[in-house]
């Protein structure tokens, strides 16, 4: 007999393994793009690294200047609950840095493909691959579209005009407003703390989870998160989402040269999440963590998905009239076998001293 709709089991995709090797790829592709000489010796290099830290800089103070303005003003009228509140808002449920980031790097500027190319570029000198001289062959797509604009153009009209012509920019704007929708709903259930919220919380967690760990491993976790105070349950969920989401945007160079469409995206992510998940969450926590450097280290975390990209997919073809049977061809993942069994210790970079004792 069947099973039970509710009664799913554990992805293939999401397993345990599979999310700490993408956990372990969060860590080792920074090791190894430091290593791109073409980067880091580069005579413009520390300028560069220096720009972007005053940038990191100015967006930290511009963001949390009302956030502490605020809070001292609570401290003084002795509110220290609305204060912690505010905070939190602030730091957790709205927190838009990684979003203006994307939002600059992605589609008002080339940074971010140039940094995805440049360590692709790499990446092929090392590996004797040809995952940069083939996807440099086709154009991305909002590029192209930003190339359109005039160059007096305020950021506000070329915002309406990338809206108006690229299926990429509206997808990346629906998926932060479902997120930032999302992290508000959860923020009204922990500000009201009862039983029913408790209920909803735990049907979010379960609806969220079951098909990625299976309908029993879910179970346990959202009864162990239930035994502690329900904004911990928040915090889980809120993390899942914008993890999954900071490794979206930082694929948004690849998507958009070999322009998917909205389908095909979904289904190739979907393939891979297990191993996006761990890679995005060393990522976005790090990101949170030191909110001073959010730039340098999404820099970074861009120079990294291109590492990325080469473990988790194959080399695209030289040739436009190949890539719609290449692109069906890869929307289905079936090489994590060789992810799980850690081939990627040996490739040929310099490695990290030690690292044996982890493949």
């Given at each position: 007999?069947?099973?039970?709709?509710?009664?799913?089991?554990?992805?293939?995709?999401?397993?345990?393994?599979?999310?700490?090797?993408?956990?372990?790829?969060?860590?080792?592709?920074?090791?190894?793009?430091?290593?791109?000489?073409?980067?880091?010796?580069?005579?413009?290099?520390?300028?560069?690294?220096?720009?972007?830290?005053?940038?990191?800089?100015?967006?930290y103070i511009l963001l949390n200047g009302p956030l502490f303005i605020t809070k001292i003003f609570f401290i003084c009228i002795n509110s220290l609950k609305i204060s912690s509140i505010n905070n939190y808002v602030l730091e957790n449920i709205f927190n838009i840095n990684i979003f203006l980031i994307s939002l600059y790097g992605s589609y008002l500027d080339t940074t971010a493909d140039e940094l995805f190319m440049a360590s692709l570029n790499f990446s092929d000198s090392v590996l004797s691959s040809r995952y940069y001289a083939n996807l440099s062959r086709f154009q991305n797509d909002t590029v192209r579209i930003n190339s359109q604009q005039s160059a007096g153009d305020t950021?506000?009209?070329?915002?309406?005009?990338?809206?108006?012509?690229?299926?990429?920019?509206?997808?990346?704007?629906?998926?932060?407003?479902?997120?930032?929708?999302?992290?508000?709903?959860?923020?009204?259930?922990?500000?009201?703390?009862?039983?029913?919220?408790?209920?909803?919380?735990?049907?979010?967690?379960?609806?969220?989870?079951?098909?990625?760990?299976?309908?029993?491993?879910?179970?346990?976790?959202?009864?162990?998160?239930?035994?502690?105070?329900?904004?911990?349950?928040?915090?889980?969920?809120?993390?899942?989402?914008?993890?999954?989401?900071l490794s979206?945007?930082?694929?948004?160079?690849?998507?958009?040269?070999?322009?998917?469409?909205?389908?095909?995206?979904?289904?190739?992510?979907?393939?891979?999440?297990?191993?996006?998940?761990?890679?995005?969450?060393?990522?976005?926590?790090?990101?949170?963590?030191?909110?001073?450097?959010?730039?340098?280290?999404?820099?970074?975390?861009?120079?990294?998905m291109a590492y990325l990209v080469t473990k988790i997919t194959d080399v695209p073809p030289d040739q436009a009239n190949k890539l719609i049977s290449w692109t069906s061809s890869q929307l289905l993942w079936s090489d994590q076998y060789k992810l799980v069994s850690g081939k990627f210790i040996d490739d040929p970079f310099v490695p990290i001293p030690g690292s044996f004792i982890f493949s």
């Open positions: 007999m069947a099973s039970p709709i509710f009664i799913s089991n554990p992805s293939e995709s999401f397993s345990i393994s599979i999310v700490l090797r993408g956990i372990q790829l969060g860590y080792l592709s920074t090791y190894r793009c430091l290593q791109n000489p073409r980067i880091l010796y580069h005579s413009n290099f520390w300028p560069s690294l220096i720009t972007i830290v005053k940038l990191s800089l100015l967006l950021t506000w009209q070329r915002v309406r005009f990338l809206f108006k012509r690229s299926s990429h920019f509206k997808n990346f704007l629906n998926r932060y407003f479902q997120y930032y929708l999302f992290n508000f709903g959860i923020f009204l259930l922990i500000c009201y703390p009862g039983k029913m919220s408790t209920v909803v919380l735990g049907l979010i967690s379960f609806q969220v989870l079951s098909d990625k760990l299976g309908a029993v491993p879910s179970i346990l976790l959202i009864t162990l998160l239930n035994m502690l105070p329900c904004h911990y349950t928040a915090q889980v969920l809120i993390t899942f989402y914008g993890s999954s989401n979206y945007d930082l694929l948004a160079p690849y998507f958009q040269r070999l322009n998917m469409t909205k389908y095909e995206k979904k289904q190739w992510i979907n393939s891979r999440n297990g191993v996006l998940f761990g890679f995005g969450l060393v990522n976005y926590l790090m990101i949170n963590t030191f909110p001073q450097f959010a730039i340098v280290l999404y820099a970074l975390a861009q120079l990294n």
